[in-house]
């Protein structure tokens, strides 16, 4: 069975600029939650969906947003991009939801804002 | 809310050594704790799990146990490898659809031969 996949791995960006990261979970499972990793503040929950809703959400800014489609596939959109955005993504997916069931993590994607 | 404070690092051992880590958590009701393990440039692996108070978690030659009197999950290994060295983090997760899981800030751990 495929593994999360996410794309790009690596994208530089400049301040001021938007950008869409996509994350295809692994066949079967409904939950595709995303973090954000950095060494100043660790793994931080942005937010989980699940059949198309958002069912949880991490305390970002409204810069941050996602969505769900009809085959679980991911995406989360940035906005507005600031220095401080710069980060690995990391998108995880999981049978029903990440408090019950174990999620899998994608290998992230790298983003660098200039 | 729920939190999970886990041991600084970075942590370094010698091979068969015997490893530590702390992690100690706050949260109401039952959740579910566990240990995930980051190798240099990949994402996230579920290491072990334990749903509930007093289970035992084990994979790999990692153990945790389940405390609720001390609210704790500490990863232990009897004799390490160099290739245990990656980041280790502790998680907790709610017993609802509508809470999230938290994460601790991670502890390297660095393996001499």
């Known amino acids: 069975k495929a593994g999360v996949t996410q794309t790009p791995r690596y994208l530089i960006k400049t301040r001021g600029q938007q950008v869409t990261l996509s994350c295809s979970p692994i066949s079967g499972h409904r939950s595709v939650s995303w973090y954000q990793q950095t060494p100043g503040q660790g793994l931080q929950f942005l937010f989980e969906y699940f059949s198309e809703t958002q069912r949880n959400k991490g305390n970002f800014p409204g810069r941050f947003s996602g969505r769900q489609f009809s085959n679980s596939r991911s995406e989360m959109n940035v906005s507005t991009l600031e220095l401080g955005d710069s980060a690995l993504y990391l998108c995880?997916?999981?049978?029903?939801?990440?408090?019950?069931?174990?999620?899998?993590f994608g290998p992230g994607t790298r983003l660098t804002v200039t | 809310g729920n939190s999970v404070t886990q041991m600084e690092g970075p942590v370094t051992l010698s091979e068969e050594a015997f490893l530590t880590i702390n992690c100690t958590y706050t949260a109401t009701g039952y959740p579910s704790l566990f240990w995930y393990v980051q190798y240099p440039g990949e994402g996230l692996q579920l290491l072990l799990k334990a749903t509930k108070a007093d289970d035992k978690g084990s994979n790999k030659g990692f153990e945790a146990t389940y405390r609720k009197e001390t609210t704790s999950f500490h990863l232990e290994k009897g004799s390490v490898q160099v290739s245990d060295s990656a980041v280790y983090f502790c998680a907790l997760a709610g017993y609802s659809s509508a809470s999230k899981i938290i994460f601790g800030s991670g502890t390297r751990l660095s393996i001499r031969p």
């Open positions: 995880a997916s999981s049978l029903q939801g990440s408090h019950e069931n174990e999620q899998y």
